[in-house]
């Protein structure tokens, strides 16, 4: 047998060869810019060049169909280049302002949004799902594409008080991360163990170590060494399963949706935040999930109406207050609400600041 | 007899709306004339079947190419009795161009390599900041990824190892960018590529690289170690052109969305319209330049603030980076440098003290920012805290030697 290809550890190529010719240029050296339009972005160089960035929407999940029919749009609209965004937006740059036009005029006619620039909702950060993760309580590529349908309208434009960063994740572990909005599996029962497997399957020590509230203790079950679970300890978090697959954590009827808004990552203003639980119970209704549409497009409702000029979600409710929150968007406030993990208090009101 | 489509009523409905459908895609593939459409058809099926159920069924297992320990994520389905020719559907993640820029010739010799090895489905990118290869068979793994490879393309991370990083668009494109982020996003991974491919950590290790406080890459919850453009010195205001901008919005507007929100008040609109800046106050949190762009700007003295710990949940709960390096200058290759042997040096510390399965910041929790601080050879700062200590239950008897370092180290700053 021939001698098996040994790897070339390039590790991260250099984007220089593929970069815009115009931002290769000017790299590092881009005075200022503005908007001319929802989904245009317009760049200037110190050296007085310029380019224009036309934003447009994908399904991330590309067949290699589409990646070419992009291609074949950037070949004849926009100079051969393009990049993505974390969000998995597609730009195209191109460096003379008329070809903006029939570049968005393409991409409308291929099926591509053009949007998602300033203060608009852009495409939801989202992970694999049932296509092709291991652990996928839901099929996040659905729910993305059952939400961006429904939220079309605010990705074109850009009519919110500030932007709006949307997740989804399809297990507690929440991939898709903090979002103004995240869409998040909630599972509601504890694993149910299949005893067989677990000693052929699972290294039990790590499976112990995992559980962060300590509720899992090794058992006999049948003969068999296996894992068991104190269901009144557990919380439900499914983090035993990706390490032990017979402690079955996902449930046609209670794996749930929880959603949670508020979430930040820039430092922009206030501090970066977590997001915090508002709505759970929500069925986990593929193929189209419209429960959770619905609380979703009520919130985003609630805050365009409400909040003022650059307050991001959570931004706006540290202002208005949670009563108003609540209030506003008709959400019920249970017990579940109340942080009960460690440090929790601090989540608390230890003030006579009182909102009426 | 060629295999037929599948049914399947619930994925189609998937297809209609205006957002672009995965499904259709997932069809063209599967109705394709190319080798990969039964497989194509089989997994719409398997699909479907968990749209029908609620349930996922694929697992893991142990795949990868010659000489990596990690970079492919193996999946094989539970239901292969069902939809045997997509009973191995493996993703390969692979490491994109800092930045994300491609020309539509790389992208189209991306997807003929993918048709030739695999299924023609690619995601662009994974929340890891891979190009996600997903969908191909186990003997079509070290083909794919020769052919990639040769192209200049490296694995991506999994496991307990390194991660693979992300990067804004930044000095490409942005005036707002503080260093090169695409830079010392690659040095600083190709520095560790090692235990990339061949993870050995107690978990894994992420590093993000953002050029402002806009933090566009997520870089201050989502990386172990969170690279965050700033400055030293003054923003730069050009009072003309921030003078027309107040004449364009008015100036309620100014007061209202600019000087009102400023977090630590320290803007000022002048009777003349120009803007009064107290620098000592600012934070350099962005708001002011984000929307007075043409006339505010970070300062000259630009460099990167680092803040480490970040993550979600498990095990003990949520944490966002916190500051262990206020200012780093990033200008020339030297500081560049300093930034790949810091990098190595919190790599170093986590492999040896973390426990298993603990993230740095968890890590960080258990010891105390000192001791971090102290094993990886940085000093205290006072932008490292949001408060001092309010409980006095605390050992201090060694008070008066730290004072003395303190004061050493203030004295020597000011010579």
């Given at each position: 047998m021939a001698e098996p290809r040994r790897p070339t550890e390039s590790g991260v190529p250099d984007p220089m060869p593929f970069m815009h010719p115009v931002m290769r240029k000017n790299y590092g050296h881009w005075a200022w810019h503005d908007r001319p339009r929802p989904g245009v972005l317009h760049h200037v160089a110190e050296s007085g060049d310029e380019i224009w960035t036309v934003k447009a929407g994908t399904?991330?999940?590309?067949d290699v169909f589409t990646v070419r029919a992009l291609c074949d749009i950037a070949d004849k609209y926009a100079e051969g280049h393009v990049r993505f965004t974390v969000r998995s937006n597609i730009e195209f740059m191109v460096s003379k302002k008329d070809m903006v036009d029939p570049l968005i005029k393409a991409l409308n006619d291929g099926g591509f949004p053009v949007g998602g620039t300033g203060n608009s909702v852009s495409m939801i950060s989202h992970t694999q799902g049932?296509?092709?993760?291991?652990?996928?309580?839901?099929?996040a590529s659905g729910v993305v594409k059952s939400l961006m349908d429904e939220l079309y309208e605010e990705f074109i434009n850009e009519r919110m008080p500030n932007r709006v960063k949307i997740t989804t994740s399809c297990c507690q572990i929440n991939c898709g991360g903090q979002g103004d909005i995240a869409i998040n599996i909630q599972h509601t029962k504890p694993p149910k163990i299949n005893h067989e497997l677990v000693s052929l399957q699972c290294e039990r020590p790590a499976v112990v170590a995992r559980c962060p509230v300590a509720a899992i203790r090794p058992a006999m079950v049948n003969g068999k060494p296996t894992l068991e679970v104190d269901e009144k300890k557990c919380?439900?978090?499914?983090?035993?399963?990706?390490?032990?697959?017979?402690?079955?954590?996902?449930?046609?009827?209670?794996?749930k949706l929880a959603i949670w808004v508020g979430g930040k990552h820039s430092s922009t203003r206030s501090r970066p935040t977590f997001h915090k639980l508002v709505a759970a119970g929500i069925p986990n209704n593929a193929p189209r999930w419209p429960e959770a549409a619905e609380i979703v497009k009520n919130i985003l409702r609630a805050y365009q109406k409400d909040a003022r000029a650059w307050e991001r979600m959570g931004e706006w409710i540290d202002r208005v207050g949670w009563p108003r929150f609540f209030e506003l968007t008709g959400l019920p406030f249970t017990k579940y609400h109340l942080e009960t993990w460690r440090g929790g208090r601090a989540s608390l009101n230890a003030s006579a600041h009182l909102h009426f | 007899m060629a295999k037929q489509m599948p049914k399947t009523p619930l994925l189609d409905q998937l297809e209609t709306g205006p957002w672009p459908s995965f499904v259709t895609g997932l069809k063209r593939l599967a109705k394709s004339d190319k080798g990969y459409a039964d497989m194509m058809k089989d997994l719409l099926g398997q699909l479907e079947h968990s749209y029908e159920t609620r349930k996922g069924y694929w697992k893991g297992g142990t795949v990868g190419v010659f000489g990596?320990?990690?970079g492919v994520i193996p999946r094989f389905s539970e239901v292969a009795d069902k939809y045997p020719e997509s009973k191995e559907f493996h993703t390969i993640r692979i490491m994109p161009p800092a930045g994300m820029h491609y020309t539509t010739d790389l992208l189209r010799k991306l997807c003929d390599i993918w048709e030739r090895h695999g299924s023609g489905l690619i995601a662009f990118h994974g929340q890891s900041g891979d190009i996600m290869f997903q969908g191909s068979t186990t003997d079509n793994i070290q083909p794919a990824f020769d052919e990639l490879n040769e192209l200049g393309f490296d694995l991506g991370g999994a496991g307990a190892g390194v991660r693979t990083s992300v990067s804004c668009v930044g000095a490409a494109r942005c005036e707002q960018s503080c260093y090169d982020e695409a830079k010392a996003m690659r040095m600083s991974l190709n520095a560790m590529v090692d235990d990339i491919h061949r993870p050995s950590l107690p978990y894994k290790f992420k590093m993000k690289f953002a050029g402002c406080a806009n933090d566009c890459a997520n870089a201050i919850h989502r990386a172990d170690m969170a690279i965050i453009g700033t400055w030293k010195d003054d923003m730069q205001v050009d009072q003309k052109a921030f003078q027309q901008i107040v004449k364009e919005r008015g100036r309620k507007e100014i007061i209202d969305q600019v000087i009102r929100m400023c977090p630590t008040e320290a803007l000022s609109l002048n009777d003349d319209d120009t803007l009064e800046v107290d620098n000592k106050s600012c934070?350099?949190?962005?708001h002011c330049l984000n929307v007075c762009t043409k006339a505010l700007k970070p300062g000259k003295e630009r460099g990167a603030a680092i803040l480490v710990g970040g993550k979600r949940t498990l095990k003990i709960g949520d944490q966002m980076g916190t500051v262990v390096v206020p200012f780093m200058k990033l200008e020339n290759d030297e500081d560049y440098e300093g930034l790949v042997e810091l990098a190595r040096n919190m790599l170093d510390f986590f492999a040896e003290?973390?426990?298993?399965?603990?993230r740095t910041g968890e890590m960080i929790e258990r010891i105390g920012l000192s001791n971090f601080l102290e094993g990886v050879g940085l000093e205290l700062d006072l932008n490292m805290i949001a408060a001092p200590r309010s409980n006095s239950y605390v050992r201090m008897d060694g008070w008066d030697e730290e004072v003395k370092k303190w004061n050493a180290r203030s004295k020597s700053a000011a010579e």
């Open positions: 399904q991330r999940q590309m049932w296509l092709h993760c291991d652990i996928p309580g839901t099929d919380v439900c978090c499914g983090a035993c399963f990706p390490p032990c697959p017979p402690m079955q954590i996902n449930d046609p009827e209670h794996s | 990596y320990g990690a934070v350099r949190c962005m003290n973390a426990l298993e399965h603990e």
